[in-house]
C-alpha cells in the first residue's frame, strides 16, 4: 500500500502539509514543543511562498536552530542557500532540504550527504504523518541511558539484535544514527502490547 497517497489538493496546501508533517517529526525527536509548532505553521502559513523557515530560540535546546528549506531550482546547492543563518560546523545547527519531484535529480554533494546535521527528503514522503498514521506501529528511538541499560538487562550485543536499516523511513523520521536502538510497539490480542528492538545498521551492498 502506498502510504504516500493523497486525495487532489493544491499546491499550496500540499506545500503547508509538507510543513505541517516535517514539525510533527521534530516534536517526536523532542526538538520542538506543541507551541514552536504552532508557531511554525502561522509563520508559513502567513508567507506560504516562501522557500525556507527558520525556527530558532527553541526551548527544549536540543537544537540552537533548524532551517527547513524547499528546493525549487537548480542554483540551490550552487548558491548554498541552506547555509542561511546556519553554522554546518555546529551540531546543534540542524538543516532539512525537502526536494521535488523536479528537483529530486538535482546533483547533491557527497559532503553534504554525509554530515549529521543536514538532512535530504522528497516532500511527498512527508504528505502523511508517520507517528499517527494507523498502518506504523509506534517507533522510539532510545537514549543511550536506555539503550545500555537495555543491552545489559537481556545481556544482548550487535551480533544478537535483529536491525534496522540506518535509511528505513522510520529511522530516518527519528534521525537515528549507527548502533542506536530503536523501540517499536505493536498492538497484540494477548498482551495487549509487543515490544520490539531493532538496531540500527547500515544495510550491506548487494554484490
Known amino acids: 500500500m502506498d502510504l504516500t497517497f493523497n486525495p487532489q489538493k493544491s499546491d499550496n496546501e500540499m506545500k503547508m502539509l509538507v510543513v505541517q508533517n516535517t514539525l510533527r517529526m521534530l516534536k517526536e525527536r523532542k526538538w520542538l514543543t506543541d507551541k514552536e509548532i504552532s508557531k511554525g505553521v502561522d509563520e508559513f502559513k502567513d508567507n506560504i511562498n516562501l522557500q525556507n ?56 554533494d557527497k559532503k553534504l550527504n554525509r554530515m549529521n546535521n543536514v538532512e535530504i527528503w522528497i516532500d511527498r514522503e512527508l504528505y502523511i504523518n508517520y ?24 545481556k544482548l550485543n550487535s551480533i544478537k539484535m535483529k536491525l534496522i536499516d540506518v535509511k528505513d523511513m522510520m529511522a530516518r523520521y527519528l534521525n537515528a544514527k549507527l ?29
Open 53 to 108: 523557515l527558520l525556527l530558532d530560540n527553541l526551548s527544549l535546546k536540543q537544537k540552537n536552530k533548524i532551517s527547513i528549506h524547499f528546493v525549487t531550482n537548480k542554483l540551490f546547492f550552487k548558491k548554498l542557500i541552506y547555509t542561511d543563518n546556519i553554522d554546518l560546523d555546529d551540531e546543534k545547527d540542524h538543516v532539512i532540504i525537502i526536494l521535488t519531484d523536479k528537483t529530486k535529480q538535482l546533483k547533491i
Open 131 to 154: 507517528a499517527e498514521h494507523i498502518l506504523i506501529p509506534k517507533h522510539r528511538l532510545l537514549s543511550d541511558e536506555e539503550k545500555n541499560k537495555f543491552l545489559k538487562e537481556f
Open 179 to 207: 548502533d542506536d536502538v530503536i523501540e517499536i510497539l505493536r498492538p497484540n490480542e494477548m498482551s495487549g502490547i509487543h515490544y520490539a528492538w531493532r538496531l540500527v545498521r547500515k544495510k550491506p551492498k548487494k554484490r
